[in-house]
């Protein structure tokens, strides 16, 4: 009788536990999140091709200007965030239960109104000041992935595998990170008609990273079920 009574309140507290971890599974949707963010950045490529502002010199030297990344990307981020929140929502509503996706999504945000400001600022910093005859030192070229738009998108996934106590979402985080700041480009250089495309390499690798990523995650949950 004594053991029966003991072993009750284990059975219901693995029970709760049990029960706590599928809701946890069922609000995922982070092969939806990853695959949007792919998709943007995937379709940023011809966008960002197109505006692109170059002037090259007589001696190969070019002065360029990504105009396509303010035209698009904080347009395609908002709507993408608004659209994940929105998928997260309706699975949530559909099942009975409630999203954390909002801390995600309003981060996501925060961030794309602080890397607009900050790239709009950089603008105007070097249409009034001559461009550095030396190359910037190496935390200045990471700090500038880490506030471009590959670099928000890994500190907001940051908060979005907290946020669902994903260490599997983490763990590719961290990768797709490393991949941001310390890019791979397979020696494509930018001088003379290569300016306009010579960051378009990294781009695809991170985009590749993203859509892996959430075949990934969708095959898991697949064999969830």
């Known amino acids: 009788m004594t053991t029966d009574s003991m072993s009750e309140p284990r059975r219901m507290l693995a029970e709760t536990r049990s029960l706590a971890r599928q809701v946890r599974l069922d609000q995922r949707l982070t092969w939806v999140t990853l695959a949007v963010l792919a998709g ?11 505006f692109m502002y170059v002037h090259c010199r007589p001696d190969g030297a070019c002065q360029f200007k990504r105009w396509g990344v303010l035209y698009y990307w904080p347009a395609a981020l908002m709507l993408s965030y608004a659209a994940i929140a929105y998928a997260y929502m309706r699975v949530a509503r559909s099942r009975g239960l409630g999203a954390r996706v909002l801390p995600y999504a309003i981060t996501g945000a925060a961030l794309t109104v602080l890397f ?25 070229m990471v700090l500038d992935r880490l506030i471009a738009p590959a670099g928000i998108i890994g500190i907001a996934l940051l908060v979005l595998a907290r946020l669902e106590r994903n260490t599997a979402l983490l763990l590719f985080t961290v990768i797709y ?19 306009r495309t010579f960051w378009v390499p990294e781009q695809v690798i991170n985009g590749t990273l993203l859509l892996l990523g959430a075949a990934g995650f969708a095959l898991a949950r697949r064999r969830q079920r």
């Open 177 to 195: 990170l490393l991949f941001v700041l310390v890019p791979i480009n397979f020696g494509w250089v930018g001088h003379g008609d290569r300016t």
């Open 40 to 50: 943007v950045t995937f379709l940023a490529i011809p966008f960002d091709t197109h």
């Open 116 to 140: 607009t400001g900050v790239y709009l600022w950089v603008g105007h910093y070097f249409d009034t000041h001559p461009v550095p005859a030396h190359p910037y030192p190496a935390w200045v």
